[in-house]
C-alpha cells in the first residue's frame, strides 16, 4: 500500500469518526435510541404488573417466555420493533445523511475541504450502518435491563421445543440483534439514495419510511408471491430461525445476500446522483 494509499484511508477513518461523533452528539438520536430501548421495557412492566389473567393467544410471539426467562423480553422487543419502529429511526438516520447537510447549508463547504464526493458518501453511509447497530442493540439493551430486574432468568423454550438457560439466552439474543443489523442495512441504502435526491430531509426521511411499510404490506399479499423474494423486507422476521435448535442459518444467508444487493443497486444510485449534482448550498 502506497503512502498515499495510507494517507487516504486514515482521513477517511477521521472523517468517519467526526461524523460518528455529529451524529451520536445529537439528543435526537439519543431519544430514538431511548425510545426503543423503553419498547421491551414497556412490555415487560406490563407482563409484571398486569393483573393475572390465563393467556389470550393475543400479543406478540414468545411473550408467554418472559416469565421463565426474563431475557426474552429483548426478543419480543426485537420482534415488536422490526416492523416498524427500527425502520422508523433508520429512515431518520439515513434520510438525513445528505439532505441534512444541504438543508443546513454545510455540504458545500464540506466538498470544499478535501474529502471528495465518493468518500463522503461512504462514510455517510457507514455511520447509518453503525446507528443499525446501536438501534438493534439499544432495544436488546432495554430488554435485558427489564428482563434481570423483574423477572426470574430461567430455562425458556425455543420453538423446536428444546430448553435454553439464560446464558444460552443472551447469545441468541445478540446474534438476533446482529440479524436485525444486516436486515437494516438495505434500508439504509434507500435512505441515503433518497437523501441525495433533495434538500429537504423530511422529505427523504419519509419517503423511506413509506417505501418500508409498502414492502411490508406488498409482503402480505399472496398474490404478490413471486415479488416476495425481492422485497428487501422479506426475511426482516427471520430472527425467528435463531430461536431453533440448533440454529437455522439459512434465513441469515438469504438476507444478508438480499441486503448486500440492495445496497450495491442503491448505492450505484446515489453515487449516480451525487457525484453528478449541482451543490448550491
Not at 460518528?20 to 406490563?46: K, S
Not at 475541504?113 to 432495544?139: E, M, Q
Amino acid at each position: 500500500m502506497s503512502e498515499a494509499d495510507t494517507a487516504r484511508g486514515s482521513h477517511t477513518a477521521r472523517l468517519l469518526a467526526s461524523e460518528l461523533l455529529v451524529l451520536f452528539g445529537r439528543w435526537r438520536t439519543w431519544t430514538m435510541l431511548a425510545a426503543l430501548a423503553a419498547v421491551p421495557v414497556v412490555i415487560g412492566l406490563a407482563v409484571r404488573f398486569a393483573p393475572g389473567r390465563p393467556p389470550s393467544g393475543r400479543g406478540p410471539v414468545f411473550l408467554d417466555q418472559i416469565t421463565n426467562n426474563g431475557l426474552f423480553a429483548g426478543v419480543v422487543g426485537l420482534v415488536v420493533c422490526t416492523p416498524l419502529f427500527l425502520p422508523l429511526t433508520v429512515s431518520v438516520v439515513a434520510g438525513d445523511a445528505i439532505a441534512g447537510e444541504s438543508g443546513l447549508g454545510t455540504l458545500r463547504y464540506l466538498l470544499v475541504a478535501p474529502v471528495g464526493r465518493i468518500r463522503l458518501l461512504v462514510v455517510k453511509y457507514l455511520s447509518s450502518a453503525v446507528f443499525c447497530a446501536a438501534a438493534g442493540l439499544a432495544v436488546v439493551l432495554g430488554g435485558v435491563l427489564v428482563g434481570v430486574v423483574l423477572f426470574p432468568l430461567g430455562q425458556a423454550t425455543l420453538l423446536s421445543g428444546a430448553q435454553i438457560g439464560p446464558g444460552e439466552s443472551l447469545v441468541r439474543l445478540l446474534l438476533m440483534a446482529a440479524y436485525v443489523t444486516v436486515s437494516l442495512l438495505g434500508l439504509a441504502a434507500i435512505g441515503l439514495f433518497a437523501s441525495t435526491l433533495t434538500g429537504v430531509p423530511v422529505g427523504a426521511m419519509a419517503a423511506t419510511a413509506v417505501l418500508a411499510v409498502v414492502s411490508q404490506i406488498l409482503g402480505a399479499l399472496d398474490q404478490l408471491d413471486w415479488l416476495h423474494p425481492w422485497l428487501f423486507t422479506d426475511h426482516w422476521l427471520g430472527i425467528a430461525d435463531f430461536l431453533r435448535d440448533p440454529i437455522s442459518w439459512d434465513s441469515f444467508g438469504q438476507n444478508a445476500w438480499l441486503q448486500l444487493g440492495y445496497v450495491a443497486f442503491f448505492g450505484a444510485l446515489a453515487y449516480g446522483r451525487f457525484t453528478t449534482k449541482d451543490i448550491l448550498a
